[in-house]
Each structure stands twice: as C-alpha cells, then as structure tokens.
C-alpha cells in the first residue's frame, strides 16, 4: 500500500521482487488515483478500499487466477472484516495509543481532498459491535480514530459514543470545526472520553475557503467555536494550509498570531498541495502551473505548483518560517497557559517543535531551487 509521494519507493521495491520471480501487488491511495501507472510496474492493483477486495486477490491467487485489478465499492457492507485485529505493539512508533477507524466516508466536497476519490465520499460504517470487539480484544486504554470525519453521520456516532461510554478509555478523531456549535454532542464526546479533536481550519481567510469549497468553516467564528469546544475538556489540534490563492507573504507571517488569539492548543500547517484525482489538482494543470509531477514531491511539504501571488521558492521559504516562529519557546509557553491539558499539549508543542527543526534537513528543493 502507498500513498502518493511514497510511490516512487514502492516502484523501487516492486522492481527488486520481480526481478526475483516475485508477484507484487499494490493497494492504497496511489493504486487507487493513478491505476493505470501503477499497472506498468505491479502485478495487481486494488482501487479503492480493501476490505472485500483484498480477501478476494488472495483467494484467487491460490487458485494460479489473479485479476489485474480490483476495484471495491462497498456500502456499508464491512461483514468480511477480519475480528480481533491485533495491532503493533511497537512503542517507539505505537507508544500507548491504539488505532482505528470506523467510517472512511466524508460528505464534503472540499476540492483538495483526496478521501472522496479514495472511498467515493460515501459514509463507510463499520458494525458498531465490530469496532467495541476491536477495541476490547487489544487492550488500550487511549485510541485515535483515523476517519477522515468522525461525525460524517451523527445517529451513527451518538450510538458509537453511547457504546465507548462503558469502555472507560480515551479517544482522540478528526471533525469540522461546527461541532462547537453542538452542545449536546460535544457533552456525548465528553462523556465517552474524547480529549481532543483534529480540526481543518485550513485558512484565516474566508475568500481561500470558500474557493476550494470549504464555505462552512466560517473564520469569523472559529474563536468562539474553539473556546467552546475546550470548555468541554477537548483539545484543538488545527490544520491550515499555506499556498492558496489569497495567500501572500503578509497574511501567512500573521497566521502565529492569529493562532494564539483564537487559542487553538495545537497547530500544524502543510503547503496545498494537488493531489491527482481531485479538483484542484485538474483546476491546476489545466492552468498550466504544475512544477511537476514527479509524485515524490506530493508531500505536504514541498511546493509543487505555483501560488498566485509569490514565487514557489518563496512560498517554500515562509512555510519553513511559519513552523519555525509558531514553535519557539516563548509561544510555546504562552499556549500552554490557557491549556486544559497542559501534559498532553506540552508533548505535542516538543514534538512539533522538533518536526519544525527538521524540514530544511530533509527538503525536496532540487526541482525548484
């Protein structure tokens, strides 16, 4: 399995088992947006999600009948999932958190997203007894959830959260920043053990937002929704994108400010980026202002296009800047003050402080510089 900018890795290895008699096969996001491609250098592809499909390959694979392609498009039909899937157990990546996903759908149409072109933007339930066994059968007590929405269909979460209740653990997911304006289910995600949340603010503009279809996040009311999500003992962990098309120079130096003025606990910032298989992406190359497509580069941390209103290089160099100056100690220290969670936010704080350090270490500048 791969990711986009991992693909040029998974051809090396792929290379190196074929050329050994192997038979390689490859599923994941890459498989999934640029199939045709990854049919040149893999015996089998699988779009999509897996859960049917995978069982399905290796069936045929005993029996000498491999297709070429799998392509899974699944309603709410996860029966065939494997139960009691124990997870890894090494801490220096795992530590004391379990991970796991229940719904791989999300309804919005944001025009940089690749979910809806991964799992056909449709909610993907999993059998809410399956997850409850998933989580008993491994022991932890602190769990991530990776669905890109974790409220995608809110009957679905009340009646998950009713059930995470009796587990007494901790729980961490991903949701849109209008969850501040529903009490009720902010005081369900409190009693079921949420303590904290991975919010898309993406923008401080509402012109940015709107233009990648992200109107819903309203910016003039993220201060007040993130306040009163923490008064619930939920942490904020926001992601902003940088290099959209109002961006400039000026409004990206401003985001650290903006950051500590709307007590956001965590932030953390990737460049947009065009993924293959999305609006943005085709809205992009049909202006002519892909650098490349050279997959290696679709990080999150590389410019791979060019903004509107700087050059790449410069784009590349304020996103460096912005780490940098959001993560000092002085700021830092400031927003852990009016933390509810001082111990949890301080690891995160280091951690990303850390990650911040690295970036010009490990850049991927050849093609532009």
Known sequence: SAVISASRRAKEISKFWKDRGA??????HYATV???EALEYFDTVIKGPAEIAFPSFIKDFVEGKPKREYFELVDNDF?????????LTNKKYYKSFGTIVANNG??????????????SGKNQLKNIEFVINEIKSNKYKKWVFYDPNFLADKNYAINLMNELKKLKIKWTASATINIGNDIKMLQLMKDSGCIGLVIGLESFIQENLNGVNKGFNNVKEYKRLVNTIQSYGISVLSTLMIGMETDTVESIRQI????EEIGVDVPRYNILTPYPGTPFY?????????????WYYYDTE???????NMSPATLQEEFYKLWQDTFTFKRIFKRLKTSRNKGLKLILEIFSRQHAKKFKKYAKLDFIN
């Open 23 to 28: 038979y390689t096969q490859i599923g994941g």
């Open 34 to 36: 640029l199939s045709d």
């Open 79 to 87: 029966e065939y999932k494997p139960l009691n899937r124990k997870l």
């Open 106 to 119: 999300c309804p919005n149409k944001c025009t940089y997203c690749s979910v809806t072109k991964m799992y």
């Open 256 to 259: 650290p400010d903006i950051i």
């Open 282 to 294: 085709e809205q992009l190359k049909a202006e002519n202002r892909l650098l490349t497509t050279d």
């Open 302 to 308: 590389t410019v791979v296009f060019q903004p509107k």
